[in-house]
């Protein structure tokens, strides 16, 4: 009876239930966090490579030591996932969508495209309503050694980004729950988690519902992006030039030790310009919108079944 019972516990009808390789990531992640990735970070800091006490780099020694870290956290979650894949859904890396073919290449870099056109479609409609100015150049307050090791380190922060939650939400949520149930089903549910993730707290200027709502919306269509391509390449370049695009862009406002490049101020409601919140104003979702038509478009014009 008892082994009956423990069988049902791990076990469906349908095979391993799914709460067990959740579990197993999760797990992975946080001993991976607290076994390697804090220890090396405390190794780098004996090194001599100092720990990031801005939203940007200063220095080589900042730069080195925040990017060698987030490195190694990105390698961190990328194996934990690829072993509860191997050892407990007999699964190989191109089940979540990675491949390494050269087409991918081309998926990264039209993904941060789609990424900066976002930020470009919302930075223009601020302008319009007044709500964007441009104050100045990062190189107007900083010195020409700062621009490396800041845009090392920015790079390094998107990447990272991009990686761990396209391959969490995306590749992982998404294909095991696509697997078990629809792909419908997994779309609302990868795209649900990963709204949650992006609570903002509830004393925040942007209202704690919409960060949710907003995440959701925009999760939907890194999702769709994945469909489109059943890749983790597209969606991971369109994550991490979305970023990208922010901090050279400011379209959240960047004072002059926040820039690598354009110095702005943002005005304007936070449910339309969402400044420095966990979520998307609602002019960012006007790009995620028209990124999400050109999608469909082109999956349309050329019959790609998704």
């Not at 900042?62 to 961190?76: D, N, P, Q, T, V």
């Not at 709502?213 to 939907?220: D, E, N, Q, R, T």
């Not at 901090?247 to 004072?255: A, C, H, R, V």
């Amino acid at each position: 009876m008892i082994s009956r019972n423990f069988n049902f516990l791990i076990y469906s009808k349908k095979g391993l239930r799914l709460i067990w390789p959740i579990l197993g990531v999760v797990l992975l992640i946080v001993i991976g966090e607290v076994l390697f990735v804090d220890p090396f970070g405390r190794l780098l800091s004996i090194l001599g490579l100092s720990k990031v006490t801005s939203t940007i780099a200063q220095n080589w020694s900042e730069s080195l030591g925040g990017s060698l870290k987030r490195i190694f956290r990105s390698i961190a979650v990328v194996v934990s996932i690829l072993l509860v894949l191997k050892h407990l859904l007999n699964k190989s890396h191109s089940y979540i969508g990675i491949d390494f073919s050269k087409k991918r290449l081309k998926d990264v870099f039209i993904g941060i495209g789609f990424g900066f056109l976002v930020q470009i479609i919302s930075i223009i409609l601020m302008k319009s309503f007044g709500w964007f100015e441009l104050t100045g150049y990062s190189w107007n307050f900083h010195p020409s050694s700062f621009f490396l090791p800041a845009i090392l380190f920015l790079i390094t922060y998107c990447i990272e980004t991009g990686i761990i939650e396209e391959i969490i939400f995306r590749g992982f949520l998404l294909r095991i729950f696509e697997d078990r149930y629809s792909t419908k089903i997994a779309v609302i549910v990868s795209s649900a988690f990963f709204g949650l993730m992006h609570f903002s707290g509830l004393n925040n200027e942007f209202a704690w519902w919409m960060s949710i709502i907003s995440s959701f919306a925009v999760g939907l269509v890194f999702t769709q992006a994945f469909l489109f391509s059943r890749s983790l390449w597209l969606p991971f370049g369109f994550h991490a030039g979305w970023h990208l695009a922010m901090s050279l862009l400011g379209s959240d406002g960047l004072n002059y030790n926040e820039a690598i490049f354009l110095v702005t101020k943002v005005s304007g409601p936070a449910f339309f310009v969402s400044t420095k919140a966990g979520g998307a104003g609602l002019f960012e979702l006007i790009g995620v919108l028209t990124v999400s038509l050109i999608l469909y478009l082109i999956q349309k014009r050329f019959a790609i079944n998704i």
